[in-house]
């Protein structure tokens, strides 16, 4: 069983900022991409930020000089920086991990999402 418990979304005000937590635990054998989207409601789910194994990290056009993706390795743990937020980053965010378990499948895993409010 793999868990993905993300934390520290909430209201902030046009300007400030925000960190989401994402820690992944479980039988997991090895964890490969990390990374963070984002949905509205009735929309389609957009790729926020994301970090490969390697440290390699690729972001939306739409967040680049604005969030930081980083992951702690020793805590299967990734991170989002949110700074300079905008009205238009209110979304639910959603954490996932590509990873394999002990016993040997590979496959995308999910948070639970947590809501990020951008408003003044």
């Known amino acids: 069983q793999v868990q993905l418990v993300e934390s520290g979304g909430g209201l902030v005000q046009p300007g400030g900022s925000l960190r989401l937590s994402c820690a992944a635990s479980?039988?997991?054998?090895?964890?490969?991409?990390m990374g963070w989207y984002r949905q509205a409601p009735g929309k389609q789910r957009e790729l926020v930020a994301a970090?490969?194994?390697?440290?390699?990290?690729n972001y939306a056009d739409s967040v680049k000089g604005r969030f930081t993706i980083s992951k702690d390795n020793a805590k299967n743990t990734v991170y989002l920086q949110m700074n300079s937020l905008k009205p238009e980053d209110t979304f639910v965010y959603y954490c996932?991990?590509?990873?394999?378990?002990?016993?040997?499948?590979?496959?995308?895993?999910w948070g639970q999402g947590t809501q990020v409010t951008v408003s003044s």
């Open positions: 996932y991990a590509d990873l394999r378990v002990r016993g040997g499948y590979r496959g995308d895993y």
């Open positions: 479980g039988s997991i054998s090895s964890i490969y991409t």
């Open positions: 970090i490969s194994p390697s440290g390699t990290t």
